[in-house]
């Protein structure tokens, strides 16, 4: 999220925290007081880039009284917005963090695509192109040592590399995505007898697959 973007949510977050607090506290002028007063440090934060959200930031900006009102809005209206409020609330989670769920779970996409491509590899029927895909962009966001060496892997190289770097394959690897790719659409369409549209509809992605690896796709005469 951008800078800006997350200084806005936050600010409308916060303020979303003061009005349910001051829903069951009637304060008018503290409520006013208060609002004005978080959005301004919000406003002026010099953090907002790197940092995720106020809670998780080492430098307190607000002043003593200012601090032990704010922590008691906090710890009534923290749970409510669930209730209240629960997309925000459920975004503010994830944004809060965002940090130490992100990689565990680029992770496991990561090996669930290295997973699949073998397997896509071992079994005609699953093309293993897609996976190989999958599982780079897994590591690709989550761990640059892993993401190294799964670029250099055979696996990789030998359905993928050609098409990332050059937009292009080699007559070899054309043929097995293909193959595959027919042999999964030819068993779709045997078991859609009775919806003659969507055998149509098959047919068509079918041959907009072959004319693209066809024409739109160059072709490699090697691997190298």
């Known amino acids: 999220m951008r800078p800006e973007h997350k200084r806005e949510f936050e600010t409308r977050v916060v303020l979303e925290m003061i009005d349910l607090y001051y829903k069951k506290h ?10 004005a007063y978080a959005a301004m440090r919000i406003s002026k934060c010099p ?6 959200f106020c809670s998780q930031c080492k430098v ?4 003593p009284e200012e601090r032990e009102m704010i922590r008691k809005v906090m710890r009534y209206s923290g749970w409510r917005m669930l209730f209240t409020h629960p997309i925000m609330a459920l975004r503010h989670v994830w944004l809060d963090h965002q ?15 290295v997973i699949l491509a073998i397997i896509g590899v071992i079994l005609p029927l699953i093309p293993a192109f897609p996976f190989v895909l999958m599982a780079a962009f897994g590591f690709a966001r989550s761990s640059e040592k892993l993401h190294t060496r799964f670029i250099n892997s055979r696996l990789y190289k030998e359905n993928a590399k050609d098409w990332v770097e050059q937009r292009a394959m080699t007559k070899r690897a054309k043929r097995r995505v293909l193959s595959s790719i027919t042999i999964v659409m030819a068993i779709g369409y045997l078991m859609m007898s009775r919806v003659p549209v ?3 509809i098959l047919l068509l992605v079918w041959i907009g697959h ?7 796709m160059r072709t490699l005469e090697s691997a190298d």
Do not use: D, Q, S, W
């Open 47 to 52: 953090f907002m880039e790197t940092k995720t």
């Open 210 to 216: 072959v004319l693209y690896f066809r024409y739109g």
């Open 198 to 200: 969507a055998r149509f």
């Open 60 to 63: 307190h900006c607000y002043k």
């Open 99 to 113: 940090a130490t769920i992100e990689k565990p779970l680029f992770l496991c996409i990561g090996f669930l695509g």
């Open 26 to 35: 009637p304060n008018p002028e503290e409520r006013e007081k208060l609002r």
